[in-house]
Each structure stands twice: as structure tokens, then as C-alpha cells.
């Protein structure tokens, strides 16, 4: 399969909140408060909202959850095959041609603003060395 990585910038600024939040605006703002209408980092609710913001984002893309792990998705169609590890704003996608791995950047381009950070070297502090050659990771 291919592997590449990619990062979903300010995740938790893309998750619209469930309920009204306020925040006491900045001194240099003036008084008064501001309604929240997205996560921040930092607010309890954010990273809850940000999980179901991607939950709905890969399904509306064909993605199911793995019953085995709520983190990692995987999509079939005919024979082409991806698989998505994600933590939190970090995601391993592995797909079975780069025709299909383009196709799942491109999903996830269209709903956020990504970085594609191609071919992983290194994920979640774990180290990926490849055999090109032999095709083995």
C-alpha cells in the first residue's frame, strides 16, 4: 500500500460548538463578551467537537469506523482500498494505488486546510523506514 501523512491545520478552529459559549473579550478589545461559535484550543468541548466535525467529514467521503478502533477508518470500492489513522489532527492514510491516495487528499483538502506531508518518516514518535525495493515498510 501507499503511505503518506497528513496534518489538518487549526483543527479545532473548523468544529462548530453544540451550545453557547462565551468568553470576556481582551482588554485591548474593550468590555463585554464574544459567543464562540467554533472550538479554540484549550476549551473543554473543542476536542469532542473536532472528533465528530472529522467523524462526519470522512463519512460524508465514504469512510466507516473500525469497530475495533474508533480512530482508524477505512473506505473499499471495486478494488481500490484506504485506511486512515488518525490522532487528533494527525492522520497515516494507506491506500492501495496513488491514484486512490491523491483522491483521499483531495476529500479531505476540499472540507479543510491540509498539509500533505507525503511519504511518512516519522509518526506519533514512531520511526517508518522503507525497502522500496521489496515494498516493505
Not at 465528530?52 to 473499499?76: A, I, N, P, R
Request: proline content about 3%.
Amino acid at each position: 500500500m501507499i503511505l503518506c501523512q497528513v496534518n489538518i491545520k487549526t483543527a479545532f478552529l473548523n468544529a462548530p460548538l453544540d451550545e453557547e459559549i462565551y468568553m470576556c473579550k481582551p482588554t485591548v478589545a474593550g468590555e463585554g463578551f464574544w459567543r464562540l461559535l467554533n472550538g479554540l484550543y484549550g476549551l473543554k468541548q473543542a476536542g469532542r467537537q473536532w472528533y465528530l466535525e472529522l467523524d462526519s467529514c470522512l463519512g460524508s467521503v465514504g469512510f466507516k469506523q473500525t469497530e475495533s478502533d474508533w480512530s482508524v477508518y477505512q473506505h473499499s470500492q471495486g478494488t481500490e482500498r484506504s485506511i486512515i489513522t488518525t490522532s487528533v489532527n494527525d492522520m497515516l492514510i494507506a491506500s492501495s494505488t496513488i491514484m486512490e491516495s491523491d483522491a483521499v487528499i483531495s476529500a479531505l483538502a476540499s472540507q479543510f486546510e491540509i498539509t500533505d506531508n507525503g511519504e511518512p518518516k516519522l509518526h506519533l514518535g514512531c520511526s517508518i523506514e522503507w525497502n522500496h525495493p521489496k515494498k516493505l515498510v
